[in-house]
């Protein structure tokens, strides 16, 4: 969608993005730095991303699916790539063709990397998190039997924290315990444990390699201090229409909100099959010029209608911008107004916003 034709712009400041990759990098001390740029780089688009990582100097990338390592890969040539999820049965070629390391997360997975021939992959281990990964019992099975792994050659042994942005919780230090129990039933390899929170945990979280995510796109990785990265994601929404509505008139779907006194009404071209989800309705704050808007009413499919009463009329011309989330209403801000977290809202920008980079670099 291009800049006139769009009805919001999600604007990414790239030098920022890289910025945050820097201060990611240096808190991770010794380790490797690693981005995790699965989901379209959780939405901000994978081409731009990647691009603007490689040149602040990551030169290791983790995505969920075979397509996106495939799609990454026709991007960056001298980089190292894991796809989390590992291959599907079938897939394996695909892998080679295009140097994708997969994540084996069980004993099938082992199997059958095995079977097709084996070469470099990573291995993930349950610390506790009961999602993904090889169990006690695999682990001591592999132990038990290592001809199991013959021919395959471990790049990365990795785990999950389940609570890694509480620096308080007691399932950190467990899940580290178990992680080093299990890790060391398993031929040497390097070990990876942290994400962007666990970064923050300190070095003893930190082994040979970090894989970040979230915290690349400026969100707080410490929620219970003040946050260290810089803001990346803008998201700005054009008025259609400013309208003045009567005492006691109703806004939007359902008219869930009424005017309690005379009242002007801004409509923005934007809604929830963008990705602004319809839980804001009635809940979350804009901002015009730095000034805080409320959004009233419900969230339509493509409409959100503000209180701009307010604002000074020079502001609401029509085309005029009015930020969704940026330096004002943050991606913190926003999703806990929308009771959910940054990454579900980030992830959901949808594909009709025209994306603008600030920054952008070649690879
Ligand atoms: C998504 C993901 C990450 C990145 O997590 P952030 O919290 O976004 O930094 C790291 N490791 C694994 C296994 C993941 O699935």
């Not at 070095?203 to 929620?223: F, K, Q, S, W």
């Amino acid at each position: 969608m291009d800049r006139d034709a769009a009805g919001a712009i999600l604007s990414v400041d790239l030098e920022a993005f890289q910025a945050n990759y820097r201060t990611l990098d240096a808190a991770s001390g010794g380790a490797i730095c690693g981005a995790v740029v699965k989901a379209n780089a959780y939405g901000l688009g994978l081409g731009p991303a990647a691009k603007a990582l490689h040149a602040a100097g990551c030169r290791h990338f983790f995505v969920a699916h075979l397509g996106e390592g495939e799609a990454l890969r026709a991007i960056l040539d001298d980089v190292e790539i894991q796809v989390l999820h590992g291959a599907n049965r079938g897939t394996e070629d695909r892998f080679r063709t295009a140097r994708l390391f997969p994540v084996l997360n069980s004993l099938d997975h082992v199997e059958a990397w095995r079977e097709s021939g084996g070469g470099p992959a990573g291995l993930h281990l349950d610390s506790g998190l009961s999602r993904l990964g090889l169990s006690d019992c695999e682990i001591e099975t592999l132990a038990r039997e290592p001809e199991r792994l013959a021919g395959i050659d471990i790049r990365l042994i990795s785990s999950h924290l389940a609570s890694s942005e509480d620096r308080d919780a007691a399932s950190n230090p467990e899940q580290r315990a178990r992680f080093e129990a299990r890790r060391a039933l398993l031929p040497p390899a390097p070990a990876s444990l942290a994400a962007s929170s666990g970064v923050f945990l300190g070095p003893e979280y930190h082994y040979d390699m970090v894989r970040c995510g979230i915290a690349l796109h400026g969100v707080n990785p410490t929620p219970d201090r003040p946050n260290p990265m810089r803001q990346v994601v803008t998201l700005t929404a054009k008025i259609l229409t400013v309208r003045e509505i009567d005492p006691g008139e109703g806004v939007g779907y359902g008219l869930t909100w009424r005017a309690p006194a005379r009242r002007r009404i801004a409509t923005v071209s934007m809604g929830y099959a963008d990705g602004y989800i319809r839980a804001l309705g009635n809940v979350a704050e804009a901002a015009i010029q730095g000034r805080r808007v409320p959004v009233v009413g419900r969230i339509s499919m493509d409409l959100i209608t503000l209180d701009v009463t307010e604002v000074p009329s020079c502001a609401l011309g029509f085309g005029a911008p009015v930020e969704m989330l940026g330096p004002t209403i943050s991606l913190d801000e926003l999703a806990t107004a929308g009771g959910t977290i940054a990454y579900e809202l980030l992830t959901g920008l949808g594909a009709r916003l025209h994306r603008a980079y600030v920054g952008e670099v070649d690879a």
